[in-house]
């Protein structure tokens, strides 16, 4: 193949390469010291040290101490630190076209090696190391004393994981949050700005009052939830995106129940922003601290173990003996070692937590042979982005030195959409895998739906079973599993491990001893306090678990006396109200919600918080407003009329009447008793209480 295009290096680009360098390898070091590793006279090493800092690559401060010689210290900025990135990257570039064009000259061919941004066959380099956006130890200790006075971004736990991708290499080439440019191509072709393939939108995105605080070309500490500075950035691109446009291109329907396109209309901030990173420090991870590895580390990891060969199978789910018969044939098919590689950033809203699945594959790894297997745990924050998922995954699995990689039937697929159809073909990410498979670095394994026949008690392909009609096909949809767990039945060896049945039933016990959440919703007035009230005492008196009311009117004056009216206050109110229910649920306890929650996009938020730990039942109090005006025992509709009360839900603000609630209740002309006994049938149907 031809050596990749370098890009010309001024003597200026070599000058402040070889200083940026030198003082990121000994920030400690003397003047005369720097001055004889570079071959310069002091008087030269001064003029350059002036220029980078004038440059605003490095500060130059007094250092004090009876050494003359070590007057002053120097330290990298965030613009230095990236700055010296970029400039490796552009000499590593040139050096191996030298290198390419020398042994051409000596051999008359190729050498084959493939540099890590130009992946136009399989990557034969799969083992080297990669690049990181890490500054040395010594500089990262002074550069957290510098970004201490930068402006600073509290990382959402989606940024977080994207941030660790993009510090360790896994997001390789990126060298930070995508510009506008680069943003705009990946959303329209799949393509960065130099022509990379890159499938997914990787920006950092803020409210519009941080972005409209900044100036371009400024620095800013880029800061976990706990304050801990993790890197900086360099803001050079500000700008407004057009998320629908962003939902049809990436994820294939501006449709609010995909749950990446929800996240970016109801979650993400309207700006975004883009820039080169700077790492100082990983995030920090307390558990199975030693199955995570970075790109560099599972590298030599296989430099270590001779691996040349590796295929990886990236899993969001428990393994069950299907996934293990899948790998087993993946393994064989590609005769290569098996990298179990699953995601425990963020995953689909309603997913088996990270901390019940790593126990899973833990409780499983005996079952593979030890000197081929390998797990490793990647804290990827997933889209649920179909095809554009199956690439880019390849792509970061290239990254961590993987050869081959596991795409099966709908991966990463979201589930349906609004119509009730999957948002993706079964097949679609293997096409569009295969369709770039040599640029991505990795060869595609892919496998079909795998189910059980009894008649010769194995796992087979459901598409290559040729005399199906003689034999009998048993499968156990993720669906059926639920079911089973949440009502305490059988679940057959056939289908999984004894080890990971016990697990899963052990954090998901049947459904009658789980926590769980009842949401009423309506307008003021409509009967949701005096129906949450009896349904309350209705469930004390069957007792068994602790009942928890969670009223409006309560709330708002022990947890948000502080909260207007206005929409955002509102909102806040209400993910209050939900984040209260979720620990109440989490623990084993019923919650009980009766706030008016008028918008959907807020009620829908608190049900994914909610549906992390137990059961969420929405009950849609259905009084019309004309019943709510008529009853006003409070007054508040006849001030809302005569424009005393701003905002007021039904009257100057609006209501989402809930489109698909688990129980709808009519009040009028029904007595309170009759409601809360329709909420406690729901229950009883649903395995929520006994019957």
Known sequence: MAPPKAKPITDEDGNVFRLLRQLDLAPEASQRSIAEALGLSLGTLNTRLKSAEAAGFIKISERSGPDRRQRFAYVLTPRGAAEKNRLTESFLARKLAEYEALHAELTGTASGLVHIKHRTELMQNNLAPISELYVSYESAQKLKVEAGNLVSHDLSPRQICDLELLMNGGFNPLKG????????GVVENMRLADGSLWPMPITLDVSEEFAASLEIGQDIALR????????????????????????????????????????????????????????IQQPVHYDFRGRRDTPNELRALFRKLGWRKVVAFQTRNPLHRAHQELTFRAAKEAQANLLIHPVVGMTKPGDVDHFTRVRCYEAVLDKYPQSTTNMSLLNLAMRMGGP??????????????????????????????????DFYGPYDAQDLFREYQ???????????????????????????IEDRDNVTILNISGTELRRRLQEGL???????????????????????????????TGLS??????????????????????????????????????????????????????????????????????????YATTRRAVREDVEQFGAFIEVHVATSLEECERRDRKGLYKLAREGKIKEFTGISDPYDVPADPELSVETENVEVDNCAHQVIRKLESMGLIAG
């Open 438 to 464: 040599s640029e991505i670095g990795v060869e595609m394994v892919d496998f079909k739906h795998m189910v059980y026949v009894q008649e010769r008690a194995q796992y087979e392909p459901a598409d290559e």
């Open 224 to 279: 976990d939830q706990e304050g801990v500075i993790l890197g900086t950035m360099t803001v050079t691109d500000r700008w407004t995106p057009d998320k629908s446009r962003e939902a049809e291109k990436v994820f294939g329907a501006d449709d609010a129940a995909h749950p990446a396109v929800n996240y970016l209309h109801n979650t993400a901030g309207k700006v975004y922003l883009g820039g080169p990173v700077t790492g």
């Open 388 to 421: 554009r998922e199956a690439v880019w995954h390849g792509l970061i699995r290239a990254n961590h030195g993987c050869t081959h990689f596991i795409v099966g039937r709908d991966h990463a697929g979201p589930g349906k959409n609004s119509q009730g159809e």
């Open 177 to 184: 949050f995508l510009s506008e440019e680069d943003y705009n």
């Open 525 to 598: 007035g409509s009967g949701k306090s005096t129906i949450a009230n009896a349904l309350m005492v209705k469930l004390m008196e069957m007792g068994g678990r602790p009942v928890t009311l969670l009223d409006g009117d309560i709330v708002r004056k022990n947890l948000s006396s502080e909260l207007g009216f206005s929409k955002e206050h509102r909102d806040l109110n209400i993910r209050r109200i939900g984040y209260v229910a979720s620990e109440i649920t989490k623990n084993g306890g019923i919650a009980i919600c009766a706030p008016i929650a008028p």
């Open 490 to 520: 059988e679940i057959p060896e056939w289908f999984s491990f004894p080890e990971v049945v016990a697990e899963l039933r052990r954090t998901r016990p049947p459904r009658a001893k789980q926590g769980f959440t009842v949401f009423f």
